[in-house]
Each structure stands twice: as structure tokens, then as C-alpha cells.
């Protein structure tokens, strides 16, 4: 059986949640979401976390000389998205440490649970190519289970 969320219209729109539709370019030749694309679908959800917190991954790489970068990821498949379907990408922070944190990630389709993930992500010092503490300006907004 599917696990499912909350069924609250509110919910649907929670702020720590973005929409997006499946384009054919998103789906195989069997006409369901291609595996490697949940994971687009989820570094758009972390992009949009950030932006909202007010933070610009461009400018942050501009300003400051820092990146957050990808260093592990585990996800599970639990049913499959389709072509035109709209889905929610639910991005959170689940834990901060000094120099990386980890984002607890769902996508649905209405209430209903098709992919959740764990993303590790680094401060990276971009010159350097060195991993370095999350700056305390942005540190402050991160809250662990904290959503967008």
C-alpha cells in the first residue's frame, strides 16, 4: 500500500514546498519518470529551500567564495511519477553540523509518497576546492527539521 501525507489542501501548499510538472523529457520509453530524474527534481527543491531563506546559490558563490555541494545521497522509489503529472518536492533540513547538512527531501504526486531521499551537502571553499564552516549568517536560518 502507498503511504500517503496529509490530505489538507493548506498542506498541498505548505511553504516548504515546490511544484513541479513531469515534461516528456522527464519520462522513459515506458512512459513513467526516468530514475536519475527525481534527482533533478530534488536539487531544484534544495535550490528553491535556499533561495527562500535568502540565499542565492550564484551570489553566495560570488560573494562569499563558497559552495554547497553535493556528497551523498540515498533515496527510495515508491511509486512511479507519469508524464504530465504535478508533482510536490518537500525539502527540510534534517541535520547541521559545522561544515555540511543534510536535507530530508519527499516528491508527491497530491498526497500520495513516490520518492523520498537524504541529501548531504558540504560548504565548500571554492578556491581552496576545501570543505569549510557554514557561515554564521547562514548557519542562523538553518534549523533542523525547519521547512522552506
Do not use: H
Request: aromatic share 8%; charged share 25%; hydrophobic share 40%.
Amino acid at each position: 500500500m502507498a503511504r500517503m501525507l496529509s490530505t489538507d489542501p493548506a498542506a498541498a501548499i505548505a511553504p516548504e514546498s515546490l511544484m513541479a510538472r513531469v515534461y516528456y523529457e522527464d519520462t522513459d520509453a515506458a512512459g513513467v519518470v526516468y530514475y536519475a530524474n527525481y534527482w533533478r527534481f530534488c536539487e531544484r527543491g534544495r535550490t528553491e529551500w535556499l533561495r527562500r531563506q535568502g540565499f542565492d546559490q550564484q551570489q553566495l558563490m560570488d560573494d562569499t567564495g563558497i559552495a554547497f555541494v553535493v556528497r551523498r545521497v540515498t533515496g527510495e522509489y515508491l511509486r512511479p511519477a507519469r508524464l504530465d503529472d504535478t508533482l510536490q518536492i518537500l525539502t527540510s533540513v534534517s541535520t547541521l553540523k559545522r561544515a555540511s547538512l543534510s536535507f530530508s527531501q519527499k516528491i508527491l504526486r497530491d498526497a500520495e509518497l513516490l520518492f523520498e531521499a537524504t541529501v548531504s551537502v558540504a560548504c565548500l571553499d571554492t578556491k581552496r576546492n576545501r570543505a569549510v564552516a557554514i557561515p554564521d549568517t547562514i548557519r542562523k536560518t538553518l534549523t533542523p527539521g525547519q521547512p522552506g
